[in-house]
């Protein structure tokens, strides 16, 4: 691997970039892109080198530190080969033989490897072996620190096309989350002591979460300690973007309400048949905001302007402590109470000043006593819960990538320390 010399191409990691690649964490993104048609790997090369390097120059560098210590972004000559991976699994038992099982097992292996930090630190797998789903599989494994959802969603979209029509945009779902008013300022300062009160609240639980409070051992939480070494399952189910849209409707409530609702029912249905006690343990899931003010995607020209805070690349997000509600017999009969209670209580948390609170408490801990101590504060942060729920929005049309029409996308956060 060769450096390039000059001071210029180098550029500080975000403190968030340096609490994700600590000695307490070291956090992936995968994104998996499933193909209507077997897959010609014949462009892969040009279309990486041409495509997805001039993005952003984080695709190209690898982290250092300076002689005062700081990480720093330094810019390399990316060996394409290093970071093209295309397994081989055992041959089939029949002509039409799928490939489910091994595909999930690929996943859940790279999912909890490390990437080497002598190189950039991003990898592209390509598995040409038909599934259920899919004649062939894509998958990105991206480090946390390179960017957040919303950064690489926009990278990802920008070396894709429509599949209808590859000279028209790309459009997302019109926003789906209510305005926000500012007409009415004597209602706003009405407000202002119960937020107080509410943000005195939900900061004083989230710091007691990340430093005293560990939730219950159940069937999703071991409470293992080495969670290094551990295995992992992928698992993916699909909703119903309509239905969830209806019972959004008739509840007044947000997509993100719905989903997490449903989650979180999900959640203690499982619970409750393999421990019928766990259906009432303290469990607490990490949900994930967007904290850039903005809706939608913006072009990665505009994410990476530096001029432009507003929707800047990087990782701009924070953590909602949301308490998994019991199943009750009242619940368990209507499932809806779950959405109701999931909605009462991000709604709650969102109104209060908690979360910026808290970040202004990551960049003390920075600053006072260095990331180390900041990527502790946050891993135990993670370690102390339960699950984290995380999501990004796509387009509404189908997208292509390299003449390859995409049947289906999801992604996952691997190497967080639940337990």
């Not at 797998?125 to 960017?147: D, E, Q, S």
């Not at 300022?185 to 560990?214: A, D, Y």
């Not at 995607?297 to 800047?312: A, C, F, G, H, L």
Request: hydrophobic residues 35%; proline residues 5%; aromatic residues 8%.
């Amino acid at each position: 691997m060769e450096r390039f010399d000059g001071e210029e191409i180098e550029e500080p990691v975000s403190p968030t970039g340096q609490y994700l690649t600590s000695s307490s964490l070291s956090v992936y993104i995968l994104g998996v892109l499933e193909t209507e048609v077997p897959i010609d790997d014949s462009q892969t090369v040009p279309l990486l080198q041409n495509l997805f390097l001039p993005i952003n120059s984080r695709f190209s560098s690898i982290m250092i530190r300076d002689k005062n210590g700081e990480k720093k972004w330094e810019k390399v000559e990316v060996k394409l080969e290093d970071h093209i991976k295309v397994p081989t699994f055992p041959n089939g038992k029949s002509s039409n033989f799928l490939y489910d099982e091994y595909l999930d097992e690929y996943l859940s292996t790279i999912a909890v490897e490390h990437l080497p930090h002598n190189r950039p630190l991003w990898e592209l797998h390509i598995i040409k072996y038909p599934t259920n789903n899919a004649k062939g599989t894509l998958v990105f494994k991206l480090h946390h620190a390179l960017g957040d959802g919303f950064s690489l969603m926009g990278a990802l979209l920008s070396c894709m096309q429509r599949a209808d029509n590859t000279s028209l945009p790309f459009t997302l779902p019109s926003s789906l989350r209510p305005k926000a008013s500012i007409s009415n300022t004597k209602g706003v300062f009405k407000k202002l002591p119960s937020i107080f009160f509410q943000t005195i609240s939900e900061f004083g639980w989230s710091f007691l979460k990340s430093n005293m409070i560990e939730d219950d051992q159940t069937p999703i939480r071991s409470c293992a300690e080495d969670f290094k070494t551990r295995q992992i399952t992928i698992s993916d189910v699909t909703f119903s973007l309509d239905l969830i849209k209806e019972v959004k409707s008739k509840l007044g409530v947000s997509i993100n309400d719905v989903l997490a609702g449903v989650i979180f029912f999900g959640i203690r249905l499982y619970m409750q048949e393999i421990n019928l006690k766990s259906s009432q343990t303290q469990s607490t899931a990490l949900v994930l905001l967007n904290t850039r003010n903005i809706e939608g995607y913006k072009s990665v020209k505009e994410m990476i302007n530096k001029t432009n805070s507003r929707s800047s690349w990087g990782n701009q997000y924070a953590f909602l402590h949301v308490p998994i509600p019991e199943l009750s017999d009242s619940k368990y009969a209507n499932p809806l109470e779950f959405i109701r209670e999931a909605h009462m209580d991000m709604t709650k948390k969102k109104n209060s000043l908690a979360t910026p609170l808290t970040g202004m408490l990551l960049d003390m801990l920075r600053k006072l006593r260095g990331p180390e101590a900041a990527a502790r504060y946050l891993r135990n942060t993670l370690r102390n819960s339960s699950t984290t729920i995380s999501n990004i929005i796509g387009p509404v049309e189908q997208m292509a990538v390299a003449n390859h029409p995409i049947k289906g996308f999801y992604f996952m956060v691997a190497g967080s320390p639940e337990r």
